[in-house]
T-cell receptor, first 111, second 113 residues
Framework: DAKTTQPNSMESNEEEPVHLPCNHS???????IHWYRQLPSQGPEYVIH???SNVNNRMASLAIAEDRKSSTLILHRATLRDAAVYYC????????????FGRGTQLTVWP | DTAVSQTPKYLVTQMGNDKSIKCEQN?????MYWYKQDSKKFLKIMFS???????INETVPNRFSPKSPDKAHLNLHINSLELGDSAVYFC????????????FGEGSWLTVV
């Protein structure tokens, strides 16, 4: 299993930015960094992924450290609907679609 | 239209029974998966099929048998159900088995009593 380390939980107020960290010190050169989230009673949902450069999409931004040993998922303005468990996952072609979900970070958003 | 749909959503059954969970995806994807989320919320892959061929079988008991009649469907049959099989089972699909985004269904809650 490709290992990632995330805080168990984080909290934010609505409409504030949220920075969710992930450490992956043993990342290999071919590993992509993927983020998924799981809202209560739903299946996991893709958020964003990147290899080396920072990435933006309509849901979030992904900031990747220069040495690639850590990354940060940024939610620019948290909403109540963003309350979920966020998973940071390493993938490369050899994993054949296996997503190794750790415990993730439980994000609580306060109104 | 739901992209990855599973039925039933909830299933309560007795130990020893045989049950099936059906999954269909309308995304035109080549690869489909079954994942299991246990009571401690750990989510793990069970099986993966690519173009109807089994490519991942993650040391799952042989009471669990996936069947893919075509690329759009991947069903999960479970024989001789045990209490420990109680979990949420997620079907998923992706365009390929490499690094394509994986899309999950909403889950099937299985309770064995």
């Amino acid at each position: 299993d490709a290992k990632t380390t995330q805080p168990n939980s984080m909290e934010s107020n609505e409409e504030e930015p949220v920075h969710l960290p992930c450490n992956h010190s043993t990342i290999s050169g071919t590993d992509y960094i993927h983020w998924y989230r799981q809202l209560p009673s739903q299946g996991p949902e893709y958020v964003i992924h990147g290899l080396t450069s920072n990435v933006n999409n309509r849901m979030a931004s992904l900031a990747i450290a220069e040495d690639r040993k850590s990354s940060t998922l940024i939610l620019h303005r948290a909403t109540l609907r963003d309350a979920a468990v966020y998973y940071c996952i390493l993938r490369d072609v050899s994993t054949l679609g296996r997503l190794y979900f750790g415990r993730g970070t439980q994000l609580t958003v306060w109104p | 239209d739901t992209a990855v749909s599973q039925t039933p959503k909830y299933l309560v059954t007795q130990m020893g029974n045989d049950k099936s969970i059906k999954c269909e995806q309308n995304l035109g994807h080549d690869t489909m998966y079954w994942y299991k989320q246990d009571s401690k919320k750990f989510l793990k892959i069970m099986f993966s099929y690519n173009n109807k061929e089994l490519i991942i079988n993650e040391t799952v008991p042989n009471r669990f048998s996936p069947k893919s009649p075509d690329k759009a469907h991947l069903n999960l049959h479970i024989n001789s159900l045990e209490l420990g099989d109680s979990a949420v089972y997620f079907c998923a699909s992706s365009q390929d088995s490499a690094t394509a985004t994986i899309y999950f269904g909403e889950g099937s809650w299985l309770t064995v009593v």
